[in-house]
């Protein structure tokens, strides 16, 4: 076992601290990675202070890494040591399930590992995650990161840019299509950018007025302000899709107007409250209102050699370690542009 460093939350009501655990030494088939940078998700907000109920203390939060391989196990063949390399929102599946043998390992139909807070597969630790040193992966789930782009900008394409990335390959954007995003945070704003490099007409849909020129230099056409319903009446009935980002309590139904027929409204988002939806808006136009995880392995290969080719990364604000309390408050208050990453050096 080996004692690594690490921030972690102690209770729902407590800030998060510095602590200290053991990791597992490396397997036949794991790789040991240095974190050199961590993405700060809204997920870890949410788990940290129990808000999805759950929560196993001390929980070490984190999901958006990348680092530098230090040790592998004898079986390991694609990573070596010094290698650049990705973990995102999960380290561990049966890999025998017709989800898993199909690359879809994020529903693994015996439940995926995920990478903090959850059952490892032996039903025996609690997984804890990137706000910490070092992390031990099985190599099935380490992902190549090219050294082309710069690593901090790359950590949040391990959950945000695969959380965008997956649902508009499933179900086809593709040049032309008018495409709305609903919220500009660490998802819309790389739902704007990937919907854009696709060639789709992307219309921001916000709140806030002051989101117009930062959603335009993103690669947004248009801007709606959702506030104003003479805005909102110009835009019925016109878009394939809507990409609805926003984890608080909101009316979905506001939106499901705004699609055509057949259109799909995309919940990526997770609100802690259910929210109720009228069924009138799917049944007269066939609407689909669906929702979507992370992708597996292989699409979030996919997704990082896309970006690396298209120049793609999250726009982000590196912080030390010791600031992550503040960034959790500055996350919920919508002030940052557009996604925390932790410089690990400074845990």
Known sequence: MTLVKAYAAQAADQALAPYSFERREPGPDDVEIKILYCGVCHSDIHTARNEWGG??????????????????????????????????????????????????????????????????????????????????????????????????????????????????????????????????????????????????????????????????????????????????????????????TVSADHDYNEYLNLLKSDGVMILLGAPAKPIPVSAFPLLMERRSLVGSLVGGLKETQEMLDYCAKHNITSDVEVISMDQINEAYERTLAADVKYRFVIDMSTL
């Open 55 to 244: 929560t196993v203390y001390p929980a070490v939060p984190g999901h958006e890494i990348v680092g530098t391989v230090t040790r592998t196990g004898a079986d390991v063949t694609r990573f070596k040591v010094g290698q650049t390399v990705g973990v995102g929102c999960f380290v561990d599946s049966c890999m025998h399930c017709s989800n898993c043998e199909g690359d879809l390992e994020q529903y693994c139909e015996n439940g995926n590992t995920q990478t903090y807070n959850a059952p490892s597969q032996d039903k025996k630790t609690i997984t804890k995650g990137g706000y910490s040193s070092h992390i031990v992966v099985r190599e099935h789930f380490v992902l190549n990161i090219s050294d082309k782009l710069p690593l901090a900008n790359v950590a949040p394409l391990l959950c945000a840019g695969i959380t965008t990335y997956s649902p508009m390959k499933h179900w086809g954007v593709k040049a032309g299509d008018k495409v709305a995003v609903v919220g500009l945070g660490g998802l819309g704003h790389m739902a704007v950018k990937l919907a854009a490099s696709f060639g789709a007409e992307v219309t921001m849909l916000s709140r806030s007025e002051s989101k117009r020129q930062d959603a335009a230099e993103l690669g947004a056409k248009h801007f709606v302000l959702t506030t104003d319903k003479d805005q909102m009446a110009t835009v019925g009935r016109t878009f394939n899709f809507i990409i609805d």
